[in-house]
């Protein structure tokens, strides 16, 4: 049986795995799931229909699965997904999808996100994220597996950002950042590769000099951005990771890509 606080506050309807804890003056509505040894420690606040996954730590004042911050939303059924393992820490925001954005905002397993972060409707959020403290997306992002995020740093809305990004604390993120990057900056440019996530990944050296070698001449080569990215198509069976970066560009997108500040030129 789950363990309620008795000050807590949960409606008929929610859905609570056995060994659930719901601390001190929580509430959880009535179109919420939660699941096995997942704790709410005290004044945690889960409304809309959001479903939480298995062994996550949620903290005081965190508000789940509350409307969208959208003008266009008129109360209708969305949903909010959070997958397991995940560590939600005091004062963080994440909220319902809308309909025209596809009516869920998802996060995946093992997410770390710190104090006052924000997710915002629609966002799609992979696994093994760290989000630092007031790291902050605006609505309808992508977010890859392995993503960290600085703190005080603001994600525009409808940016993807590729897997194994390092953002850099207090950033604006305008543009799309390709897989496997360092991005930074009052408003973010690419400063090169996450060598330090990569190797934390179990790339070895001749993988980081292939794709280095593909960095170097995607941003740096001759011609254009368009003629560079042409002629590098046949560097795809090279390395997992190159392809990866070379799906990313070829994806549809709303936001123009992110490049090295020495570069005038975005695509």
């Given at each position: 049986?789950?363990?309620?606080d008795?000050?807590a506050?949960?409606?008929s309807g929610?859905?609570?795995a056995?060994?659930v804890t719901?601390?001190p003056?929580?509430?959880?509505?009535?179109?919420?799931?939660?699941?096995?040894g997942?704790?709410?420690?005290?004044?945690?606040?889960?409304?809309?229909?959001?479903?939480?996954g298995?062994?996550?730590?949620?903290y005081?004042?965190?508000?789940?699965g509350?409307?969208?911050q959208?003008?266009?939303y008129?109360?209708?059924?969305?949903?909010?997904?959070?997958g397991?393992?995940c560590t939600?820490?005091?004062?963080v925001?994440?909220?319902l999808?809308?309909?025209s954005?596809g009516?869920?905002?998802?996060?995946?397993?093992?997410?770390?996100?710190?104090?006052?972060?924000?997710?915002?409707?629609?966002?799609?959020v992979?696994n093994?994220?760290?989000?630092?403290?007031s790291?902050t997306?605006?609505?309808?992002?992508?977010?890859?597996?392995?993503?960290?995020i600085?703190g005080?740093?603001?994600?525009h809305?409808?940016?993807?950002?590729?897997?194994q990004?390092?953002?850099?604390g207090?950033?604006?993120?305008?543009?799309?950042i390709?897989?496997?990057?360092i991005?930074n900056?009052q408003?973010?440019?690419?400063?090169g590769?996450?060598?330090?996530?990569?190797?934390?990944?179990?790339?070895?050296?001749?993988?980081?000099?292939a794709?280095?070698?593909?960095?170097?001449k995607l941003?740096?080569?001759?011609g254009?951005?368009?003629?560079?990215?042409?002629?590098?198509?046949?560097e795809?069976?090279?390395d997992?990771?190159?392809?990866?970066?070379?799906?990313f560009?070829?994806a549809?997108?709303?936001?123009?890509?992110?490049?090295?500040?020495a570069h005038?030129?975005?695509s």
């Open positions: 049986m789950a363990k309620i008795p000050s506050r949960v409606e929610a859905v609570l056995a060994d719901i601390g003056f929580c509430t959880v509505g009535p179109h919420v799931v939660i699941g096995a997942t704790t709410l420690i005290s004044h945690v606040h889960v409304a809309g229909a959001t479903t939480i298995e062994s996550c730590t949620v005081p004042f965190v508000s789940l509350t409307a969208p959208s003008t266009g008129k109360g209708e059924p969305t949903k909010l997904v959070i397991n393992n939600i820490r005091e004062g925001t994440m909220n999808g809308t309909v954005g009516g869920v905002t998802t996060v995946g397993d093992r997410g770390f996100f710190m104090n006052n972060s924000h997710v915002g409707h629609d966002c799609h992979g093994d994220v760290i989000f630092a403290t790291a997306l605006g609505g309808h992002c992508i977010v890859g597996d392995f993503v960290f600085g005080l740093s603001a994600v809305q409808f940016a993807r950002i590729g897997s990004v390092m953002i850099g207090m950033s604006g993120v305008t543009y799309d390709i897989p496997y990057a991005a900056g408003r973010a440019h690419l400063e590769l996450n060598v330090v996530g990569m190797k934390r990944r179990g790339f070895t050296h001749a993988r980081m000099k794709v280095r070698g593909f960095y170097q941003f740096f080569g001759s254009v951005f368009a003629e560079r990215l042409a002629a590098l198509q046949g795809r069976e090279s997992p990771a190159i392809a990866d970066i070379l799906d560009i070829a549809d997108r709303h936001r123009s890509l992110s490049i090295p500040m005038a030129e975005q």
